[in-house]
C-alpha cells in the first residue's frame, strides 16, 4: 500500500496547518513539529488527524527525526 506523509494527508485535505491545529486544539507549532519528526505525535491526535484529512492510518507514514 502507498503511504502518505502525515503533511501530504493535510494538503491532499486541502487544509492549512493553522486549520488542522484548530481543528484538534493543538498549537500549529505542534502540528508542524509532528509533520516534521520533531515530535511524536500520541494516538489519539493522530487518528483525529486521520478523521479530519479522511486518509485511513494505514496510509499515513509518520516521519522518525535521525538521532
Given amino acids: 500500500m502507498f503511504k502518505m506523509s502525515l ?3 493535510r494538503v491532499n485535505a ?3 496547518r493553522k486549520d488542522a ?3 484538534i ?3 500549529v507549532t505542534t502540528l ?3 509533520e516534521n519528526g520533531e515530535t ?3 494516538a489519539c491526535k493522530f ?3 486521520c478523521a479530519l484529512y479522511r486518509c485511513p492510518a494505514e496510509a499515513v ?3 522518525m527525526k535521525s538521532t
Wanted: net charge positive; hydrophobic share 45%.
Fill in 32 to 34: 508542524s513539529n509532528w
Fill in 47 to 49: 487518528m483525529k488527524l
Fill in 14 to 16: 486541502r487544509l492549512s
Fill in 21 to 23: 491545529a484548530n481543528a
Fill in 7 to 9: 503533511r501530504a494527508a
Fill in 25 to 27: 486544539n493543538v498549537s
Fill in 61 to 63: 507514514s509518520l516521519p
Fill in 40 to 42: 511524536r505525535i500520541d
